[in-house]
């Protein structure tokens, strides 16, 4: 069974930079395809990114594309996502996921995180 963590919320200004840590403990992720979705208040839980197992394969949202880069340390079994020009609708609760399959879709993963918040103010 693998237990997700993630970290590195907090409140920022509009422009800042954040990063995200999603660290796996139970097993190794190495051979999971790992994910970020995120949550704003009265909304549905959105895609951000997702990496394969290997990291040689990466997909970010429009909304963020350009401005967050998913990443990832096998060695460490710690999935990052690096947030840089925050905006006001960036503002959400952060999730971790991890799956055997690749995709956008929430259902394709199997195990999650317990969410980081993230506040951007302007």
């Known amino acids: 069974q693998v237990q997700l963590a993630e970290s590195g919320g907090g409140l920022v200004q509009a422009g800042s930079s954040l990063r995200l840590s999603c660290t796996a403990s139970?097993?190794?992720?190495?051979?999971?395809?790992m994910a970020w979705f995120r949550q704003a208040p009265g909304k549905g839980r959105e895609f951000v990114a997702a990496?394969?197992?290997?990291?040689?394969?990466?997909n970010h949202a429009d909304s963020v594309r350009g401005r967050f880069t998913i990443s990832r340390d096998n060695a460490r079994n710690v999935v990052y996502l690096q947030m840089n020009d925050l905006k006001l609708e960036d503002t959400a609760v952060y999730f971790c996921?991890?799956?055997?399959?690749?995709?956008?879709?929430?259902?394709?993963?199997?195990?999650w995180g317990q969410g980081t918040q993230v506040t951007v103010s302007s």
């Open positions: 139970g097993r190794t992720i190495s051979a999971a395809v």
């Open positions: 996921a991890g799956g055997s399959r690749y995709g956008s879709t929430s259902a394709v993963y199997d195990y």
């Open positions: 990496i394969s197992t290997s990291g040689a394969v990466r």
